[in-house]
Every structure is written in structure tokens, then in C-alpha cells.
């Protein structure tokens, strides 16, 4: 599903300058700052970076589902045209399975213990459109098939499916109402590497069957290398660095991308990934600069005092620092595990 | 399933068996002439001796333990002091009368303390949520048959909205019949025990209620119904408060129990002719066979509850398999 | 377990609803062990007015602050008679429900098998117990006093204690320091008393106070049902005076008192176990 054509095309959803806030016991934190993003349709989009980086945020934000003690503070979710947060919440609601699904992360908790596998999807259906009983059931039937389960099995409960199937069943119920976009959070983080291969190649393979699009959340680089067309990296609730997968894994334009990209298992070379040293930043009250300063190896005192800007290198790529027109330098020096260890001797020196 | 089903009727059987046994020693053995427990010390001695004779009771313990059980299985309870009839004749009507009263204001007290726990829990943090808990754990605190105390001094004596106790005007009905349980009369001497005893009763379930939707809303799988786009009456009632009710289930047998011990208060208060009524004004007159029997059936309907209730748990979770 | 106290005390103060319920407890036990002392009246004794008639049913005044009984007693001095008998019978039937359902839900925790199968029959037999039914019925065989109600309440009440302490040693029973415990070779008993019982004793005391609530209840129920000890003077039993004189609904001042202090009482006891319960299990905790 690599590189599709239709990159140009109006996009199915479109994210403006999304801020977002928590309110905590210490002050407001900010876990979306400025984020903007488009997925156009059939397309997929990988956001990926470390837990607390506010992706998760940013999925529920999208679903309009979010904790009591988080507004959003700007910007524009649009899907398909109409902006969601300008709009009533009851629109919202409606958009909501119809139009953008998604595939919860923990597939044992996110199903409902008590209720059948057959009711929980019905329900999902029936929410939003009218659909005779036979008609519903044959649907279910087909949605198992189409994910590689037994429809034989779509009255079980939650707990009689081993993890990977029950996998399975999200994305079924996913995919329930034909969806133009899935979000996807961290779908296979509970399942051994060979059933996480098997769900991401049968949703690839649906993907290119029904052509949604998907923005799929992940800590992990390598998934986005091998499933998505483009990537957003996230930092400290700001996107740091998009473009075409390929080129950014290639060439990151961003310290922290470098950083990610150390992560990565190389083939047939005896290598050691290197971890990025120190925490994520604190969002209720940030230093001032850029929020990858305290961590960044080659930070410059401007990086400290002056908060970067998105800018864009060629139509489709774009990375938030000051010195991204020298990373093809710094990237041979973020190689070297000595580069990262002198962040963290500055980081834990008093 | 079934091989569950003939385990926990064993233990039922093992533990009616045990109560049995338990209130045959402890009507018998405790301090005081054990033969008091049957002949009524009015007759006159040699009547008395010939009781003894009659029923058994110069016999050892262990025999007359046995005839004890062999008639209990078939409802002979013995007999009453004060009226010489069968004690059962006298109990099963009370039966009626008690669980007339208990049942409707059990089931009312769960029901309105499950969707009252369920909507404080869901908007937890409220004021409402600290009042209703406040209110609940005052009510909870007071004695029951004091509450009943202040309701008949305010709804009957003050306001004169209800009669301040009894089943039926007192002789509309000289005899117990059906027909009794039909009329007004007998509706407008029901409310305000079970006001009472529902008002009472909901503290519970509505506090355990509440703690349980405190842990239910924070699941995936609700964050998952609300991205299906149900709205947030449908995520409460369809969800959250379905999945929250199985922890209450598993206490229904206790408060069975508490109820049907409650009831002897609400009915000595409310002059209700229940059977925990019979059994206090029983024992105040030393009438030891019914008290005996009052007792017997008071928990034979206390276990078959705990069971019933186990069962009731055991449909309403599929997590539960029976092997 | 002075350790396991003051930090009891520290984390209920820490919360105003519990500091509040922590000061009425103490009130009441302090009102328990002076309230006698402190009393203007004998609580048994008959009050005449001026003219040496007796004063029935006479309402609050400046020397009877709550009003008189039927039969001319102070009310106000039977209420601090009356704090006695209620922290007497609850705290010590809370005392005893702790320390059978505490031993009886380690053993059958711990030991599993054939011992918690055992264990556990016996204590569905006393949950089928009618709890009310069943103490009138002992009292009525063995005559009405103080300890005969503490008996009869202690030998129902722990199967609650039980089984709540049973689920929590089964949870702990599979834990590191447990088996840590078993490699240094240390035996049952001491794994069982020294490891487990410290880690089970904030649920125990938990469900102590509500033990000690439901027992202020119920010894106050069983006065008013009239099979309370007849020698003491409780809130229960001055219930039970007013409703047996037929004169509680002309005099709300005999009525109401009692049922107040019985309910102040009892929700201060719950509250403190409640905020101390908030603590040790987060998920009860309100954002």
C-alpha cells in the first residue's frame, strides 16, 4: 500500500491548528499545541512518538471524545468538508463509527465483558442506520469473514477469543459502517510479533479492498515504515517533522526523528539501538525554546529561547528546527551513542 | 451447568440441615428445663407428665432429635402453647403477610438505589453526587425502627395520611383470606411500611452502586461506546449501569437476609402480622414451639434466597463458566 | 500495630468529613465513659415538680433539659447513660467479629483445599443465619444481659469479616514476599501471622467499622424490640420506653433525642471508615 496516487486529492480529514489542554492538579497542560494534519482518502498516515506525546490525545480529540477535563482551546477538525467542533455535538456524534472509526488499543478491555460480540457490533450499526435483523446478522457474518474470524462465532463472549482474535473483532467492528477514515491506537501493542504481522497485512489488505483511510498511532518507527505512505512525528503535543515515510526515514529533518530512527533493528549488523535519555517535557508550564531542547544534542542557546516554526523544505516534507538545513551532518553524529550520553550527563548534572 | 446446579443444592441441603440441627440444640440445650421447649408449664402436672410421655421426651436427645427432623420434613412444627393448634397453620399466613411487605420493598429499594447509585456515580464529583451520599449514610445510620417511629408520628398522627399500623382496618377481615390482599384498605395499610423500609433499604445498593460505576466509567470499553457514537444516555443505561449491576447482584443474598431481619422490626413497629412479628410476641409469651417455628422458616427462606440469588449471578455473567 | 493506628488516625484527619467523624467518635466515647459521671439526674430516678406532683410527660425545660418520661425520668440523663451500653456492646462485638473473621479468613486464605472448603461451608451456614431472629431467639433462651447480646451478635457477625479477608489473603497468598518467606524456610504460621496478616489489617479495619456501626444498631434495635438487658439504661431501651408507654407520639422530646444520637454515632463510624476505605483502595477515589 505504498505510495498512493491520490495524495492531491481534497482530503478526507483535515486537522487546523488544533489546541487542545488538560486541566490537572498543577495548572493547565498543554497536550496539543498548533497540531495540523490532512489524510486524504485511501490514504495512510503513521503518527508515531513516545507515550505521553499526546497522539492518544489527539485520537480522541478527533472522536470528540474526550475526558471532562480537557477543551480544546482552537482549531478545526474537518471531515469531509464540515468543521466537527464549530458544529453541534450532535453532528459530531453522528460522524462519529459512521464516518471515522477506530480500533481501540486494548482489545480485551475495550469490548464490554457482558454482552455478546454480535450485540456490541449490532449496536454499533443500529446507532446510525436502520437495518432489518436477518440483514444485520448476515452483515456481522460477512465483517468476521472479511477479518479472518469464524462467523460461526459472533454470539461469543469477549473472553472466549484468544487475543489476536479479538483483535480481529475490533477492526470488524471498525469497519462496520464502511468508514472513510479508521484511526488506529497502537492496534497489536498486546499481541506476539507473528500475530501483529498477520493483522497489519490483513489490514492492508482491507484497506486496499475498501479504501479508507487510516491514521495509525505507534511508538514503534518500524511499523509505520512498513504500513504507512506518510509520517507525523510527535513531540511534547507538537508535530515536529512530516513527510513521505521513506524520505523521512531516510533523511530525518529533525533531532528527534534521528533519535527514533537509532531505534530501529539493522539488518545484519551488530547494533545496539540507542535510547533518547531523559523524560518528556512538562506541558503545564514548558521551558521556553524548543520543547526538544532539554534532550537534543545539538541544541543551540537560540534553540532555548526561541520556539521553532513548521517549515516546509519541499511541497510535501516539513520539520520543526532551527537547524534542520544541517542534518545531513548531524544525522552521522546521531549515530554515536557518546552524542545521546552527553545530553543525559547535561540533562542529570544539578 | 448442571453438575454447579447439584453442588450448590448440596450445600443448601448441608446448610438447612445445619440450621436444623443448630435450633434443635439451641432451643433444647441452653440453660432452663428443656422439656419447657414443648409442654406449656400452664398444664397441670400430671398432664404435663403425660405430654412428656406423648411426645417422646423422656427419651434420650439423640432419639428425639431424630423424630424432631423426621417431622420436620413433614411440616409438623409441633404445637403451640397459647392456642394448641399446629404451629405451621399458624406460621404460613404469616408467611404471606411477611413477604407481601419485604418482596414489593426489596425490589423497590434496589431498583431506585441501583439507578440512583448508577446517575451519582456517572456524574461523579457533583454536588448532587455529596449530597445524595451524605443523605444516604444519615438515613443508613439511623435505627430503621426509629425512622419508622418519626413516619408514623408525621405521615400518620400529624398529617393523617395513613393508618399508624396493622394489615387491614382492624375487624373488616375477622379471618386471613385472599380476598383481604384486594382492597384498598389493604394498599393504604401497606404504603407507609414500605415507604419505610424502601427509603431504609435503597442506602445500600445506591452507595455500592455508586463505588462500582466510580471504577466502571473509567473502561476502554465505554471510551468505546461513546466512539461509536451512542450518546451518553445510551452509554449509561446500555454499559455502564448493566455491567455495574453484576457486583450488586452478588450481595442480594446478604441483604435478603438483613431484610428479612428487618422485618422483624418494621413489623413489631408497624404491628404488620408477619411472621417477625409472631415470633417477638412468641417469645415475650414464652410460646417456645412457634418461636421454634417462626425461627425454622425465617431462615429456610434466608438460604433459599442466598440461593436463588447465586443463581440469578450465575445467568447474568458469561465470564462465570460452571464446570 | 501502633504503627498501623496512627497512621489509621493520620490518613482519616487527612479528609474534613473525616476529621469531623473522628471528633464525634470521640465525643461519644468520652460522653461513654463520663456521661454518667456528668449526668444531673439518676437516670431511674422519679422528678417531682414544686408542688410534689410527678412530672409525667413534662417538655423541655431549664431543669430538664430534654423533658421527662412517662414515669418522670430526666431524659437528658438517660441519653448520657446511654452512650455506654452502645460503645460497650459495639465496640467489643466489633472487637471479637475482627478476631474470629480475621483468623478464620487467613487459615482458609492461606491453607486453601480441603481447610477453606471447610471453613467456607461453616460460614455460609452462618450467612444463612437470620441475624435479628436468631439473637432474640438466644436471648430468650438465656436470658437478657449485656454479654448475652455481645455473644449472640460476635458469633454472626465475623462471617463478613471472613470471607472480605479470605479474598484478600488469596491475592496476596501468590506475591513475592510471600515466597520469598517460604525460601527462607519460614513456617506457615509465621508466613501467615507475620507476612500476610500486617498486609490484610487496613481491610480488616474497615470492616471493623462497619461491624461496630451495624452492632450500635442492632443493640439498639434489640432494646427496642424490648429484649435488652432490663438493668441498663440505652438509647435502644428508652425507645423502647416510649413506645411501650404509648406516650411516644405525644412526646416527640423522648423520642427524638435517642435516634439522633444513634444515628450521629453510627454515621461518624461509617465516614471514618469510608475515608480511611478512599485511601487504601484508589479506585474509590473521586477525581
Given at each position: 500500500m505504498h505510495q498512493r496516487s491520490n495524495i492531491n486529492a481534497e482530503p478526507v480529514l483535515h486537522i487546523k491548528g488544533l489546541d487542545l489542554s488538560y486541566a490537572t492538579a498543577h495548572?493547565?497542560?498543554?497536550?496539543?499545541?498548533?497540531?495540523?494534519?490532512?489524510?486524504?482518502?485511501?490514504?495512510?498516515?503513521?503518527?508515531?512518538?513516545?507515550?505521553?506525546?499526546?497522539?492518544?490525545?489527539?485520537?480522541?480529540?478527533?472522536?470528540?471524545?474526550?475526558?471532562?477535563?480537557?477543551?480544546?482551546?482552537?482549531?478545526?477538525?474537518?471531515?469531509?468538508?464540515?468543521?466537527?467542533?464549530?458544529?453541534s455535538k450532535e453532528a459530531w456524534r453522528k460522524a462519529r463509527w459512521a464516518g471515522i472509526s477506530m480500533i481501540a488499543q486494548s482489545a480485551l478491555n475495550a469490548l464490554n465483558p457482558v454482552r455478546r460480540i454480535s450485540a456490541q457490533i449490532a449496536e454499533a450499526i443500529l446507532t446510525h442506520k436502520s437495518m432489518p435483523k436477518s440483514e444485520l446478522r448476515a452483515r456481522i457474518c460477512h465483517l468476521f469473514e472479511i477479518v479472518g474470524v469464524d462467523p460461526e462465532r459472533i454470539d461469543d463472549y469477549p473472553h472466549q477469543f484468544s487475543g489476536g482474535m479479538r483483535q480481529r473483532v475490533l477492526i470488524a467492528m471498525a469497519l462496520a459502517l464502511e468508514p472513510s477514515v479508521v484511526l488506529a491506537d497502537e492496534p497489536t501493542t498486546a499481541l506476539d510479533v507473528i500475530v501483529q504481522d498477520q493483522i497489519f497485512n490483513r489490514l492492508r489488505a482491507l484497506r486496499d479492498e475498501l479504501d479508507f483511510a487510516i491514521l495509525l498511532v505507534t511508538h514503534d518507527l518500524a511499523v509505520v515504515i512498513e504500513n504507512c505512505d506518510r509520517i507525523v512525528v510527535m513531540y511534547g503535543g507538537m508535530i515536529v517533522e512530516t513527510g513521505p515515510t521513506r524520505e523521512v526515514v531516510r533523511a530525518p529533518s529533525h533531532p528527534y526523528t534521528l533519535g527514533l530512527r537509532n531505534a530501529l533493528p539493522r539488518l545484519g549488523v551488530d547494533y545496539e539501538p540507542i535510547a533518547i535519555p531523559g523524560r518528556p517535557p512538562d506541558l503545564v508550564d514548558p521551558a521556553p525554546g524548543c520543547r526538544f531542547a532539554a534532550r537534543c544534542p545539538f541544541a543551540l542557546p537560540v534553540c532555548r529561547v526561541v520556539t521553532p516554526d513548521l517549515l516546509p523544505s519541499t511541497p510535501d516534507r516539513a520539520a520543526r528546527c532551527h537547524r534542520a538545513g544541517e542534518m545531513e551532518t548531524l544525522a552521522s553524529l546521531a549515530g554515536k551513542v557518546e552524542t545521546w550520553n552527553r545530553v543525559g550527563d547535561l540533562a542529570n548534572a544539578p | 451447568?448442571?453438575?454447579?446446579?447439584?453442588?450448590?443444592?448440596?450445600?443448601?441441603?448441608?446448610?438447612?440441615?445445619?440450621?436444623?440441627?443448630?435450633?434443635?440444640?439451641?432451643?433444647?440445650?441452653?440453660?432452663?428445663?428443656?422439656?419447657?421447649?414443648?409442654?406449656?408449664?400452664?398444664?397441670?402436672?400430671?398432664?404435663?407428665?403425660?405430654?412428656?410421655?406423648?411426645?417422646?421426651?423422656?427419651?434420650?436427645?439423640?432419639?428425639?432429635?431424630?423424630?424432631?427432623?423426621?417431622?420436620?420434613?413433614?411440616?409438623?412444627?409441633?404445637?403451640?402453647?397459647?392456642?394448641?393448634?399446629?404451629?405451621?397453620?399458624?406460621?404460613?399466613?404469616?408467611?404471606?403477610?411477611?413477604?407481601?411487605?419485604?418482596?414489593?420493598?426489596?425490589?423497590?429499594?434496589?431498583?431506585?438505589?441501583?439507578?440512583?447509585?448508577?446517575?451519582?456515580?456517572?456524574?461523579?464529583?457533583?454536588?448532587?453526587?455529596?449530597g445524595v451520599i451524605?443523605?444516604?449514610?444519615?438515613?443508613?445510620?439511623?435505627?430503621?425502627?426509629?425512622?419508622?417511629?418519626?413516619?408514623?408520628?408525621?405521615?400518620?398522627?400529624?398529617?393523617?395520611?395513613?393508618?399508624?399500623?396493622?394489615?387491614?382496618?382492624?375487624?373488616?377481615?375477622?379471618?386471613?383470606?385472599?380476598?383481604?390482599?384486594?382492597?384498598?384498605?389493604?394498599?393504604?395499610?401497606?404504603?407507609?411500611?414500605?415507604?419505610?423500609?424502601?427509603?431504609?433499604?435503597?442506602?445500600?445498593?445506591?452507595?455500592?452502586?455508586?463505588?462500582?460505576?466510580?471504577?466502571?466509567?473509567?473502561?476502554?470499553?465505554?471510551?468505546?461506546?461513546?466512539?461509536?457514537?451512542?450518546?451518553?444516555?445510551?452509554?449509561?443505561?446500555?454499559?455502564?449501569?448493566?455491567?455495574?449491576?453484576?457486583?450488586?447482584?452478588?450481595?442480594?443474598?446478604?441483604i435478603l437476609g438483613w431484610a428479612v431481619a428487618g422485618s422483624v422490626v418494621i413489623e413489631t413497629i408497624f404491628s404488620w402480622p408477619g411472621l417477625g412479628l409472631l415470633m417477638v410476641e412468641a417469645v415475650t409469651q414464652a410460646d417456645y414451639p412457634l418461636v421454634q417455628g417462626a425461627f425454622l422458616l425465617i431462615a429456610v427462606l434466608t438460604v433459599t434466597g442466598t440461593f436463588v440469588a447465586d443463581m440469578l449471578y450465575g445467568m447474568l455473567d458469561p465470564r462465570i463458566v460452571y464446570r | 500495630m501502633i504503627r498501623l493506628c496512627s497512621t489509621f488516625i493520620k490518613t482519616v484527619w487527612a479528609t474534613r468529613a473525616g476529621r469531623v467523624s473522628l471528633l464525634v467518635v470521640v465525643g461519644c466515647v468520652l460522653l461513654a465513659v463520663f456521661g454518667p459521671l456528668l449526668a444531673p439526674y439518676d437516670p431511674t430516678m422519679r422528678n417531682y415538680d414544686q408542688a410534689g406532683k410527678l412530672l409525667r410527660l413534662a417538655g423541655p425545660s431549664w431543669d430538664h433539659w430534654m423533658g421527662t418520661t412517662l414515669l418522670g425520668r430526666d431524659i437528658f440523663s438517660q441519653m448520657m447513660w446511654g452512650a455506654r451500653p452502645a460503645l460497650l456492646v459495639g465496640g467489643i462485638t466489633a472487637l471479637g467479629t475482627v478476631v474470629i473473621g480475621l483468623n478464620v479468613g487467613l487459615i482458609a486464605g492461606y491453607f486453601g483445599g480441603r481447610t477453606d472448603a471447610i471453613l467456607m461451608r461453616i460460614t455460609d451456614i452462618f450467612l444463612g443465619l437470620p441475624f435479628l431472629p436468631f439473637i432474640i431467639v438466644v436471648l430468650a433462651m438465656t436470658g437478657r444481659s449485656l454479654w448475652t447480646i455481645i455473644f449472640a451478635m460476635t458469633i454472626v457477625m465475623w462471617r463478613s469479616t471472613a470471607r472480605v479477608i479470605r479474598a484478600q489473603v488469596l491475592s496476596l497468598r501468590e506475591m513475592q514476599f510471600v515466597s520469598a518467606a517460604r525460601i527462607t524456610g519460614a513456617s506457615d504460621f509465621a508466613i501467615l501471622y507475620r507476612e500476610i496478616a500486617p498486609n490484610v489489617m487496613p481491610v480488616a479495619l474497615v470492616s471493623t467499622a462497619f461491624s461496630l456501626a451495624w452492632a450500635i444498631i442492632t443493640e439498639a434495635s434489640i432494646g427496642f424490640l424490648g429484649f435488652g438487658d432490663p438493668t441498663v439504661v440505652s438509647w435502644g431501651s428508652i425507645l423502647y420506653d416510649a413506645y411501650a408507654s404509648q406516650a411516644m407520639y405525644r412526646a416527640p422530646w423522648w423520642v427524638v433525642p435517642p435516634g439522633i444520637a444513634i444515628m450521629i454515632l453510627v454515621s461518624a463510624v461509617y465516614f471514618v471508615g469510608r475515608a480511611y476505605e478512599e485511601v487504601i483502595n484508589p479506585r474509590l477515589r473521586s477525581v
Open positions: 495548572g493547565r497542560a498543554a497536550a496539543l499545541t498548533n497540531i495540523s494534519l490532512s489524510l486524504a482518502p485511501g490514504e495512510s498516515l503513521g503518527l508515531v512518538g513516545e507515550s505521553g506525546c499526546g497522539k492518544s490525545t489527539l485520537l480522541k480529540a478527533i472522536m470528540g471524545v474526550m475526558p471532562s477535563n480537557a477543551a480544546i482551546e482552537g482549531g478545526q477538525v474537518i471531515f469531509k468538508g464540515a468543521d466537527l467542533v464549530a458544529g | 451447568m448442571g453438575r454447579y446446579l447439584a453442588t450448590r443444592l448440596s450445600h443448601v441441603v448441608i446448610t438447612l440441615f445445619a440450621m436444623m440441627t443448630l435450633t434443635f440444640f439451641l432451643f433444647r440445650l441452653l440453660p432452663g428445663d428443656p422439656t419447657a421447649m414443648v409442654i406449656s408449664p400452664a398444664l397441670d402436672p400430671a398432664a404435663q407428665e403425660a405430654m412428656r410421655v406423648r411426645f417422646g421426651l423422656d427419651r434420650p436427645l439423640v432419639e428425639q432429635y431424630f423424630v424432631y427432623l423426621a417431622n420436620l420434613a413433614r411440616f409438623d412444627f409441633g404445637y403451640s402453647f397459647r392456642t394448641s393448634g399446629p404451629v405451621w397453620d399458624l406460621i404460613q399466613g404469616r408467611l404471606v403477610n411477611t413477604l407481601l411487605l419485604i418482596l414489593p420493598s426489596m425490589t423497590a429499594a434496589y431498583a431506585i438505589g441501583a439507578f440512583l447509585g448508577a446517575y451519582i456515580g456517572w456524574h461523579r464529583g457533583s454536588r448532587t453526587e455529596a451524605l443523605v444516604a449514610t444519615i438515613l443508613q445510620s439511623a435505627p430503621l425502627f426509629w425512622l419508622s417511629m418519626l413516619a408514623i408520628l408525621f405521615f400518620s398522627i400529624k398529617l393523617d395520611l395513613f393508618p399508624t399500623g396493622h394489615i387491614v382496618s382492624p375487624g373488616s377481615f375477622p379471618e386471613q383470606t385472599w380476598r383481604m390482599y384486594l382492597t384498598w384498605d389493604f394498599l393504604h395499610h401497606l404504603a407507609l411500611p414500605f415507604m419505610v423500609n424502601t427509603l431504609y433499604q435503597l442506602c445500600f445498593p445506591l452507595l455500592l452502586m455508586r463505588s462500582t460505576m466510580l471504577s466502571t466509567v473509567g473502561e476502554d470499553f465505554i471510551e468505546l461506546a461513546r466512539m461509536k457514537g451512542l450518546t451518553e444516555r445510551q452509554v449509561l443505561f446500555r454499559h455502564a449501569m448493566p455491567t455495574s449491576l453484576l457486583p450488586l447482584a452478588t450481595t442480594l443474598p446478604m | -
